[in-house]
């Protein structure tokens, strides 16, 4: 199944007729995780949305719970996450409203509980295959080739501009980044900065679920313009991309289970 976690600005996704939610039980949180389940639009095959902010937006970047989110993901047998996630833009091509689907990550992040193998036999064999003994990922790519594929041909076959590329800086949050930091990222080769893209993606990998981003700029980083960054500012760019984003995920949905039909299995690209 494919799945959409939402991030800032898509804590309900438009045109998504919940039919279920799943709550699942993960080793790393008392509380199931939810997640919802259902169709988009007029696209009939069922997909799940995880609203990685909770579904009032309350849990913030640094505090949320990837590890469980993504054990929960793959309980519920998923094959494909498209990530949604809000960013600052640094490079000139990502001004607010633009859409990138990135190709590397930096992580500047902290303190999150990052990895499933961290030793922790106990949560491990609870967690069935993921394997208690050190383990070390390849993060080469660290989002799937054919995930990004299908997003930039969704949002081609939607007349929707998109970035096919760009390094995506992860930082701690949840406050925004001085100048200097957003200097230091320019300096590091990021194109973009968020709060969420890490270690959301790495924990994908090692969960062996193929996983791609599809970041919307809704500011400029801190410095580079004279403009100080509002939530309202974010807001109001976000609720004029929501369109477009949505537009993708459709067409990314329809794409990807005719290929899993044709496929005769969960997997479509
Ligand atoms: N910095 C970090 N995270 C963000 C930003 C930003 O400027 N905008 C949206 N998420």
Partial sequence: MLVVIGGTGLNQLPGFSVAREELVVTPYQAAPVAILCGTLADCKTEIAFLPRHGARHSVPPHIINYRANIFALRELGTTAVLAVNAVGGINKNMGPGVIAVPRQIIDYTYGRAHTFFDGQVIALESADKLSASVTHIDFTEPYDAGLRALLVRSAAEQNIAVWP?????????????????????????????????????????EAGLPYACMAIS????????????????????????????????????KLYSKAAESAGSGGGV
């Fill in 165 to 205: 590329d760009g390094v995506y800086g992860a930082t701690q949050g949840p406050r925004l980044e001085t100048p200097a930091e957003i200097k230091r990222l320019q300096r590091d080769g990021c194109d973009m900065v968020g709060m969420t893209g890490m270690p959301e993606a790495a924990l994908a990998r």
């Fill in 218 to 253: 809704v500011n400029w980083g801190a410095g580079l313009t004279d403009d100080v960054i509002t939530m309202d500012g974010i807001r109001q760019i976000l609720s004029q991309g929501m369109g477009n984003i949505r537009a993708v995920l459709l067409q990314a949905a």
